[in-house]
């Protein structure tokens, strides 16, 4: 699956994005998706992942009640809906994809390009 992530910007600290990560082929719901995030001089990590029909969600610590992961089959989309954000939310961020859970939480298989989204205080 060829996944597409767009809807990064600049937002103030407080403030809320939604990114959207579009993927294509018939095969979108068969896949476990996922965001991950990676700032400046920081390696790569994960942020919130979806199973395969959106029943269940699972988050990093950091990010757990302030944002949000869904998606929509029917369209092929991911969402990741940010909200009370902060700078240290200030990172490069990927969709990815994965057959297995444990996959799309720590090593996914298929990635998308990266969105840049800035937090400024």
């Known amino acids: 699956v060829l996944l597409q992530a767009y809807g990064g910007g600049l937002v103030q600290a407080g403030g809320s994005l939604r990114l959207s990560c579009a993927g294509s082929g018939r095969t979108f719901s068969s896949y476990h998706m996922g965001w991950f995030r990676q700032a400046p001089g920081k390696e790569r990590e994960f942020v919130a992942a979806?199973?395969?029909?959106?029943?269940?969600?699972y988050y990093a610590d950091s990010v757990k009640g302030r944002f949000t992961i869904s998606r929509d089959n029917a369209k092929n989309t991911v969402y990741l809906q940010m909200n009370s954000m902060k700078p240290e939310d200030t990172a490069v961020y990927y969709c990815?994809?994965?057959?297995?859970?444990?996959?799309?939480?720590?090593?996914?298989?298929?990635w998308g390009q990266g969105t840049q989204v800035t937090v400024s205080s």
């Open positions: 979806i199973n395969t029909n959106g029943g269940n969600t």
């Open positions: 990815a994809a994965g057959r297995t859970i444990t996959i799309i939480t720590t090593s996914p298989t298929q």
